[in-house]
């Protein structure tokens, strides 16, 4: 064989060699790039998500300081609604108290019957 044909053959594998390494870089670079897009798709995805999760939290915590705040109007309506007939009451027995026509002993018999 001639040498110049070795060499010919060399550097027609040395290209080939340098092709191949070329294709396959560019394919590795292409599949990073991919999986970069696909990252920052899950990113987004992700950051969409917790902004949705923090508003439901927000609004759940709204809903639950304006029950809080039923409840501690409701208790408070409930003891005033207490007082006021305890109130009532009061004036009943100071109505009994004063009218000449009601006998208080004979209502506490009645009631200690009972």
């Known amino acids: 064989m001639d040498t110049g044909l070795i060499i010919a053959i060399v550097a027609v594998v040395v290209v080939l060699i340098l092709i191949v390494a070329l294709v396959v870089r560019a394919r590795s670079a292409h599949r990073t790039e991919r999986r970069r897009e696909e990252a920052a798709d ?23 300081a304006r029950a809080r705040r039923e409840q501690l109007l409701a208790e408070q309506e409930l003891r005033d609604a207490g007082s006021v007939r305890e109130r009532a009451i009061d004036l009943t027995r100071r109505a009994d108290e004063v009218d000449p026509d009601v006998d208080l002993d004979a209502e506490a018999e009645a009631r200690s019957d009972r």
């Open 42 to 64: 899950h990113r987004r995805h992700a950051e969409e998500t917790q902004l949705e999760a923090d508003q439901r939290a927000a609004a759940a915590e709204e809903r639950s």
